[in-house]
């Protein structure tokens, strides 16, 4: 079983950046996808970003292009997320996530097995 527990969340002003990491244990496989979601009040949970856990290939969303990067430590099991110049609108529950098939589309939630119990991020203005 596959456990996924985020941290680094937390309170950062207009323009700031936070690292957010996700520790993951239980063992993946080659052919997994990690990626990170997000859901402000009142939304739907959204695709931000995903990378193949073997390889480089990554895939973020519209929203976060040029200011969030997805990453990953293999050794150290742990997936990260670096957002920078944050917005007032990227406040939301970070969540961590894997999947277990790289085929089709990355920001449809329902293909996503494996969650993390999120992390908060607050952007003030």
């Known amino acids: 079983q596959v456990q996924l527990v985020e941290s680094g969340g937390g309170l950062a002003q207009a323009g700031g950046s936070l690292r957010l990491s996700c520790r993951i244990s239980g063992g993946i496989f080659d052919n997994y996808v990690m990626g990170w979601f997000r859901q402000a009040p009142g939304k739907e949970r959204e695709f931000v970003g995903g990378i193949r856990w073997i390889g480089e290939m990554t895939s973020l969303a519209e929203t976060v292009k040029g200011r969030f990067t997805i990453s990953k430590d293999n050794a150290k099991n742990t997936l990260y997320l670096q957002t920078n110049a944050l917005k007032v609108e990227d406040t939301a529950v970070y969540y961590c996530?894997?999947?277990?098939?790289?085929?089709?589309?990355?920001?449809?939630?329902?293909?996503?097995?494996?969650w993390g119990q999120g992390t908060q991020v607050t952007v003030s203005a």
């Open positions: 996530a894997a999947r277990n098939n790289p085929l089709g589309a990355w920001s449809e939630r329902w293909t996503w097995v494996y």
